[in-house]
C-alpha cells in the first residue's frame, strides 16, 4: 500500500472502496470483503443510505477500528444539525471518523463546515474534506475555514484528469479523491488501447493500469465493485510502476469530458432531498 499525508499530518491510504448505490447488506458484504481481503480504506456517506451496513462490514471483518480508514459525507439537510456528526457515528457504530466530508456545495455548507470543525476540535474527526465544490467555493472555504480542509472528492480519470484545479489544491498542500475513477465501469475508457498495451506489459488489467495512474497522480482511489475478484484486483496495483513516457502517453486520452455534471436546479435539490432512514 502507499499512503499520502494531509496537510495536517494524518496519514491516507490511496486506494480503498467505495459503497456507492450498494443497499445496505451489499455494503456489508463489499465491506468485510473488501477488509478481508487487505483493503483499509472505505468510503461511504449519509446520502448512500448504507453506513449502518458498512458498519456492521467492518464488525464482521474483524479488523481492529484504528487500522481502517473511515470516510464518510454529511448530506446537505443535515448541515446545520447539531446532532449530525453524533447521528451518523452512531450508524457507523464507531466514535471516530478518519474523514468527513461536506457532500454537495449547497444548503448553509458554512454551517456544515462548522459543525465538522466541532467535531474535529472535539476528536470526533481526523481530517476534513470538501466534495464536489467549484472551484470559487472551494476557495472561500479555504479562505474562511478556522481549520483548514484536507482534500476534495471529485470526479477523476483519464478523460478528464481535473488539471486546473490541481493547480489550486497544490497551493494549499490538499489531496484529491478520485470518484468515479473507473470512468463508472465505461468500457470506452477502460478499454482503450493504451491501457490495453500497459496492461499486456505489466501482466496486470485494463483497470489496474488506470488505478495505477491514478496512484502516480497522486490521487487517491476507491472504486465501487461488487466482484470479490475485482475488488482484490483494484487494490493489487503497488508492485509496478509506469514510466513518465507511459504517463505522458495516457495523459493524451484526456478529453475533457465528464459523465456527470450537476446543474444548477440539480444541486439547489440536493438541498431538499430527505434521505431515507438508513437500517
Ligand atoms: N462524492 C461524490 O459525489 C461521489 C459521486 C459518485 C461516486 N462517488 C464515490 O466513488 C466511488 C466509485 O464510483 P463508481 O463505483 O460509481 O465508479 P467506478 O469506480 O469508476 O466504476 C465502478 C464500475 O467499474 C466496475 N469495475 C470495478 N472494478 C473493476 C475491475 N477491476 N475491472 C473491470 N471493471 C471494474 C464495477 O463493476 P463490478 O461491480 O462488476 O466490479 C462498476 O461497474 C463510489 O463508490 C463512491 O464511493 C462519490
Redesign the pocket.
Known amino acids: 500500500m502507499e499512503y499520502i499525508t494531509l496537510n495536517n499530518g494524518v496519514k491516507m491510504p490511496m486506494a480503498g472502496?467505495?459503497?456507492?448505490?450498494?443497499s445496505p447488506a451489499e455494503a456489508e458484504a463489499a465491506v468485510e470483503s473488501a477488509l478481508k481481503s487487505g483493503v483499509r480504506l472505505i468510503?461511504?456517506?449519509n446520502?448512500?443510505m448504507n453506513e449502518s451496513g458498512t458498519g456492521r462490514g467492518i464488525k464482521k471483518s474483524g479488523v481492529a477500528r484504528e487500522e481502517i480508514f473511515l470516510v464518510t459525507?454529511l448530506w446537505p439537510t443535515v448541515y446545520e444539525k447539531e446532532t449530525a456528526v453524533e447521528e451518523t457515528l452512531a450508524r457507523l457504530g464507531t466514535d471516530y471518523i478518519d474523514l468527513l466530508?461536506l457532500?454537495?456545495p449547497t444548503a448553509n455548507w458554512r454551517e456544515g463546515y462548522k459543525n465538522i470543525e466541532k467535531a474535529v476540535r472535539a476528536g470526533k474527526v481526523k481530517a476534513i474534506g470538501l466534495?464536489?465544490f467549484p472551484d470559487e467555493l472551494l476557495r472561500e472555504a479555504i479562505d474562511t475555514a478556522e481549520i483548514k480542509p484536507q482534500i476534495v472528492?471529485?470526479?477523476a480519470?483519464p478523460y478528464y484528469p481535473q488539471t486546473e484545479l490541481k493547480k489550486i489544491l497544490a497551493e494549499t498542500g490538499m489531496g484529491l479523491?478520485?470518484?468515479?475513477?473507473?470512468?463508472?465501469?465505461?468500457k470506452n475508457l477502460?478499454q482503450e488501447p493504451i491501457f490495453t498495451k500497459l496492461a499486456q506489459k505489466y501482466g496486470k488489467?485494463?483497470?489496474?493500469i488506470i488505478?495505477r495512474w491514478h496512484i502516480q497522480s497522486g490521487n487517491v482511489?476507491?472504486?465501487?465493485?461488487?466482484?470479490p475478484?475485482?475488488?482484490r484486483?483494484?487494490f493489487d496495483i503497488f508492485d509496478f510502476a509506469l514510466t513518465e513516457d507511459e504517463m505522458a502517453e495516457i495523459a493524451k486520452v484526456d478529453k475533457g469530458v465528464r459523465y456527470?455534471t450537476a446543474t444548477p436546479e440539480m444541486i439547489a435539490a440536493y438541498a431538499k432531498m430527505e434521505l431515507q432512514p438508513d437500517l
Open positions: 472502496i467505495g459503497v456507492f448505490m450498494m468510503d461511504t456517506a446520502g448512500y459525507k466530508f457532500h454537495q466534495s464536489n472528492q471529485v470526479e480519470h479523491m478520485a470518484w468515479y475513477p473507473l470512468g463508472h465501469g465505461d477502460i488489467s485494463n483497470a489496474q488505478l482511489v476507491f472504486p465501487g465493485s461488487k466482484n475478484a475485482h475488488i484486483d483494484n456527470y
